[in-house]
């Protein structure tokens, strides 16, 4: 178990509707950060926060959209969905830069979106 | 840009066998980490190792090595003795910084190797 939560674990849905994918990070841990994978694209970096606020953006559609709240839970938005977006969507976490485990990522255990 | 080519896409070996991942990276950073993922049937990710650029001493865990090689730009993983349990997809990262150091959360990810070990 990373300590990483993501809810939900699976969802199917329609073209066109909108979901919220949601993460808690590991306890004390900073950074969030989101990351697709698809049969196509394989696993790509989507967007990184920390302590709130906004610090790397990957290949991340203008449809999609993220935050991370006070208390360090994020979510991913994803909006008119398309075929193209089925996906599974992973929550990583890790510590606060400059400390000894700088880059290690702990990953959730990922959000399986199915568009129908 | 970044960039991690895993050659091999699937491999197939017999239980006890030995094998080694292949990975070959690019960067144009002096400090970087490297790492391996495995991802199990079950879907997760799961952390096998992280290494730094400036430290090219190869790590032996149990049944699994790794050898990075900086003057390549590899960093390959072996599994020494593999078990059914093995079986998994395995993925090669490289991760940059953000922000001048500050961050090395953003990971590029290898397209996969899938290995099967048959019993």
């Known amino acids: 178990d990373s300590g990483v939560t993501q809810t939900p674990k699976h969802l199917i849905t329609a073209t066109g509707q909108r979901v919220t994918l949601r993460c808690s990070p590991r306890?004390?841990?900073?950074?969030v950060y989101w990351y697709q994978q698809s049969l196509d694209q394989g696993l790509q970096f989507l967007i990184q926060?920390?302590?709130?606020?906004?610090?790397a953006k990957g290949n991340i559609l203008e449809r999609f959209s993220a935050q991370q709240f006070p208390d360090l839970h994020s979510e991913l938005n994803l909006s008119s969905l398309e075929l193209g977006d089925s996906a599974l969507y992973f929550c990583?976490?890790?510590?606060?830069?400059?400390?000894?485990?700088?880059?290690?990522?702990?990953f959730g255990e990922g959000s399986r979106l199915t568009v129908l | 840009a970044q960039k991690v080519t895993q050659a091999q896409t699937e491999i197939s070996v017999v239980e006890k066998e030995d094998v080694t991942l292949d990975c070959v990276y690019e960067?144009?950073?002096?400090?970087?980490?490297l790492f391996w993922y495995k991802q199990p049937p079950s879907g997760e990710l799961v952390f096998l190792i992280r290494?730094?650029?400036?430290?090219?001493q190869n790590e032996i865990s149990g049944r699994y090595s790794w050898n990075f090689q900086k003057s390549t730009s590899s960093f390959n993983f072996t599994i020494t003795a593999s078990q059914v349990v093995d079986s998994a997809v395995y993925f090669c990262?490289?991760?940059?910084?953000?922000?001048?150091?500050?961050?090395?959360?953003?990971?590029?990810f290898g397209q996969g190797t899938i290995l099967t070990v048959h019993p």
């Open positions: 990583a976490s890790s510590v606060a830069p400059g400390t000894a485990n700088t880059g290690e990522l702990f």
């Open positions: 306890s004390g841990d900073l950074s």
């Open positions: 926060y920390y302590n709130g606020e906004e610090r």
């Open positions: 960067t144009r950073d002096t400090t970087y980490y």
């Open positions: 290494r730094n650029s400036f430290d090219e």
């Open positions: 990262a490289l991760s940059e910084a953000i922000r001048g150091g500050t961050s090395y959360g953003k990971l590029t």
